[in-house]
T-cell receptor
Framework: GAVVSQHPSRVICKSGTSVKIECRSLDFQATTMFWYRQFPKQSLMLMATSNEGSKATYEQGVEKDKFLINHASLTLSTLTVTSAHPEDSSFYIC?????????????FGQGTRLTVV | AQSVTQLGSHVSVSEGALVLLRCNYSSSVPPYLFWYVQYPNQGLQLLLKYTTGATLVKGINGFEAEFKKSETSFHLTKPSAHMSDAAEYFCAVTKSGGSYIPTFGRGTSLIVHP
């Protein structure tokens, strides 16, 4: 199957700093990628849909100025958590599909564990 | 709107026993249904999916699921649990002709006892 690589897998940062997470589709082009946040023992919460060459579409309640998304190419999307605070600590996962249909599976990155101290 | 309900946040079985993880969906149009597995601190991996055709779907690692339209269910089963099956399992739904963004259930944690 297709491979989605996410980096870093773990990051610890100080409160007030910014952290960038990268999501790459390694063997396919993804015009759309998805960013999720997962709290412990909970499901995935869709944060935003990242569209190549255009602005991301954010879900209700997600601060677009806090979670900056850039989809500069067909194989790379980045999520930057700006001015991070301890409540931003979470597991962030990106996803991409290698097709447009609703019947195509989503491929997931391995996730990034963000800890803000 | 579409939704997914996974009954039971935790399921505990003995090694070698039958695994049954329940998933019910709600969709106004024919759904596409997926089961994903997540190991600790990792992303999700597809186990199997139902789109059209045969309602009994076989996936990786010996798992299978049956789409039952009359019951709006897509339960995941495995005849004999292995210790390595211990993980978090998510059911997800998309719908034909609609949004391709999957809606996930809240997940079921499978615990396997020796």
């Amino acid at each position: 199957g297709a491979v989605v690589s996410q980096h870093p897998s773990r990051v610890i940062c100080k409160s007030g700093t910014s952290v960038k997470i990268e999501c790459r589709s390694l063997d396919f082009q993804a015009t759309t990628m998805f960013w999720y946040r997962q709290f412990p023992k909970q499901s995935l919460m869709l944060m935003a849909t990242s569209n190549e060459g255009s602005k991301a579409t954010y879900e209700q309640g997600v601060e677009k100025d806090k979670f900056l998304i850039n989809h500069a190419s067909l194989t790379l999307s980045t999520l930057t958590v700006t001015s991070a605070h301890p409540e931003d600590s979470s597991f962030y996962i990106c996803s991409a599909r290698d097709g447009a249909g609703a019947n195509t599976e989503a491929f997931f990155g391995q996730g990034t564990r963000l800890t803000v101290v | 709107a579409q939704s997914v309900t996974q009954l039971g946040s935790h399921v505990s079985v003995s090694e070698g026993a039958l695994v049954l993880l329940r998933c019910n969906y709600s969709s106004s149009v024919p759904p596409y249904l997926f089961w994903y597995v997540q190991y600790p601190n990792q992303g999700l991996q597809l186990l199997l999916k139902y789109t059209t055709g045969a309602t009994l779907v076989k996936g990786i690692n010996g798992f299978e699921a049956e789409f039952k339209k009359s019951e709006t269910s897509f339960h995941l089963t495995k005849p004999s649990a292995h210790m390595s099956d211990a993980a978090e399992y998510f059911c997800a739904v998309t719908k034909s002709g609609g949004s391709y963004i999957p809606t996930f259930g809240r997940g079921t944690s499978l615990i396997v006892h020796p």
